[in-house]
């Protein structure tokens, strides 16, 4: 059942770097976000919450859209992009790990802020009473604290990542090699006669994963819930 070919090697591969490229660059805006939001008082704040969360409501393929208009190639940004710094992403695989970063930053979002929210801020007040600056206080005490909730919203930013489909094939298409992911490859399989074994061979293996990765976050979380 596992006899696996070259091109589902590639598409689980592809997955695995665009959905830790996704989560390793989505993680510092995740925390910067989350800690804003449960931090601090601002206008617009109410806005900023429903913009972090508008891609869990709204349909992947209009997410999806959106990226392309915005970050193809005569987008406003991703022309700018492209011309200047010579960075491309639509139709590469580095616009199927925006699309999933994008996809997956509302996951990411959440449990960070409630970790945040459940650290006392009378220990970060304390610390800069004794001269600590707000940013050595925030690394040192608030940080570690959070810990907990940085890891499973790293945890669930990659899950949604490695299984993102909607808006990947909207922006960057399905391109063997460079844009077809796992869930890709078995949107395309079940497209092709007899390719049902090969799609259940690539969901199988999907699933082992996502399911490592929660078995492992929850080994991490009981370790340095230990450590407290």
């Keep these: 059942m596992f006899d696996l070919s070259p091109d589902d090697l590639t598409a689980i591969f592809l997955s695995l770097k665009v959905a830790s ?13 989350g800690y804003a939001l449960a931090r ?19 349909p992947p393929v209009v997410t999806g ?36 970063a994008v996809m997956s930053f509302p996951l990411m979002v959440r449990p960070v802020r409630l970790a945040f929210e459940n650290v006392d801020p009378r220990l970060s007040t304390a610390a800069r009473s004794l001269g600590a600056s707000r940013l050595w206080a925030f690394a040192l005490i608030e940080l570690p604290l959070a810990a907990n909730g940085l890891l499973v919203g790293a945890i669930l930013g990659f899950a949604k990542a490695l299984g993102e489909f909607g808006a990947t094939i909207t922006f ?28 259940l061979r690539l969901a199988a293996i999907s699933a082992a994963i996502a399911v490592a990765a929660l078995v492992a976050s929850e080994a991490l979380q009981a370790q340095l819930g230990g450590r407290k």
């Design 21 to 33: 490229a996704a989560t390793l660059f989505s993680l510092p805006a995740a925390v910067f976000v």
């Design 65 to 100: 859209f959106a990226l392309l208009l915005l970050f193809g190639r005569r987008g406003p940004i991703g022309g700018f992009l492209a011309e200047y710094l010579g960075v491309v992403f639509a139709f590469r695989w580095t616009g199927a790990a925006l699309a999933a």
């Design 172 to 199: 960057v298409s399905s391109i063997p090699g460079e844009t077809r992911t796992i869930s890709a490859a078995i949107y395309a399989l079940l497209q092709a006669p007899g390719g049902d074994m090969s799609a």
């Design 40 to 58: 601090w008082s601002f206008p617009g704040r109410t806005a900023v919450n429903a913009l972090v969360h508008l891609p869990l409501v709204l």
